[in-house]
C-alpha cells in the first residue's frame, strides 16, 4: 500500500497542474501555483530531498497530469527469462524504461531490450498491465502503468549499457536480487505462468 501522504501529495500536485493548464482567471492561477507549492512542500517534509530538485522531479511538468507508462519487454529462451542489472542499485530487472513520445509500446519494447541488453527481439503480444500503486514496490511520486510486453528473442548478444551491467538468463527457481523500483518477484512469477500456459489472458489491474 502506498503511504497516505504520498497519495495526498500526488493528488494535489495533478489538480494543480490541470488547473494551472485550463485556468484563465488570474486569481485562480495563484491558488493553483499555491497548491502545486504545497504538494512540493509535503514531499520535501517526507523524503529530505531539497524543494528545487523535488520541484524538478514531481511538479516541473504543464498540461492535464496523467500517468507514466513504464515499458517492460518479456523474453523467454527455453525455461529463462531475461533480466538486466541495473547501474543505479546492482539488481536486475526485465529490460524496460519509460515509454518515449513517438513510438508505440512493442516499439518501446524492442529498443530497450537491444539498448540495455545487446539482443534482438521482436514483439509478440501484450501480457499485462499493472498499475504500480497495487503492487510491492518502493514509493514513487509519479502514478505509474507498467505494461509487460512479450517478445521472441531473433539474435544478438549479451552486452553492457550506460544503464546496464550485463544481461542473464534466469529460471524461476534461480531468480537473482530484483529490481523492486521496477519490478517484484510477484510479477516476474506471474510472467512465467505465460510460458507454461501461452494462451493465458492478458492481466490487467
Known amino acids: 500500500m502506498q503511504l497516505k501522504w504520498l497519495e495526498w501529495a500526488k493528488q494535489i500536485q495533478a489538480i494543480s497542474q490541470a488547473g494551472l493548464e485550463y485556468s484563465r482567471d488570474v486569481y485562480d492561477l495563484e491558488r493553483f501555483e499555491q497548491l502545486r507549492s504545497l504538494s512540493v512542500t509535503?514531499?520535501?517534509?517526507?523524503?529530505?530531498?531539497?524543494?528545487?530538485?523535488?520541484?524538478?522531479?514531481?511538479?516541473s511538468e504543464t498540461g492535464y497530469a496523467t500517468p507514466k507508462v513504464d515499458i517492460r519487454a518479456v523474453v523467454f529462451k527455453e525455461d529463462q527469462i531475461l533480466l538486466v542489472r541495473e547501474r543505479v542499485d546492482g539488481a536486475w530487472a526485465l529490460p524496460g524504461g519509460w515509454a518515449d513520445i513517438g513510438l508505440s509500446p512493442m516499439e518501446v519494447a524492442v529498443k530497450e531490450v537491444k539498448e540495455e541488453s545487446g539482443y534482438d527481439v521482436v514483439p509478440v503480444r501484450l501480457l499485462g498491465v499493472h498499475d504500480k500503486k497495487f503492487h510491492d514496490h518502493p514509493p514513487s511520486p509519479y502514478h505509474v502503468y507498467k505494461f509487460f510486453i512479450l517478445c521472441r528473442l531473433?539474435?544478438?548478444?549479451?552486452?553492457?549499457?550506460?544503464?546496464?551491467?550485463?544481461?542473464?538468463?534466469?529460471?524461476?527457481?534461480?531468480?537473482?536480487?530484483?529490481?523492486?523500483?521496477?519490478?517484484?518477484?510477484?510479477?516476474?512469477?506471474?510472467?512465467?505462468?505465460?510460458?507454461?500456459?501461452?494462451?493465458?489472458?492478458?492481466?490487467?489491474?
Open 154 to 205: 531473433v539474435g544478438g548478444e549479451a552486452q553492457e549499457s550506460s544503464e546496464t551491467m550485463g544481461a542473464a538468463f534466469y529460471r524461476e527457481d534461480n531468480l537473482p536480487e530484483l529490481s523492486i523500483e521496477r519490478n517484484t518477484e510477484r510479477q516476474i512469477r506471474g510472467l512465467f505462468e505465460f510460458l507454461r500456459d501461452p494462451s493465458r489472458e492478458v492481466f490487467c489491474d
Open 42 to 59: 509535503i514531499m520535501q517534509e517526507y523524503v529530505g530531498v531539497e524543494t528545487e530538485q523535488i520541484r524538478e522531479l514531481f511538479a
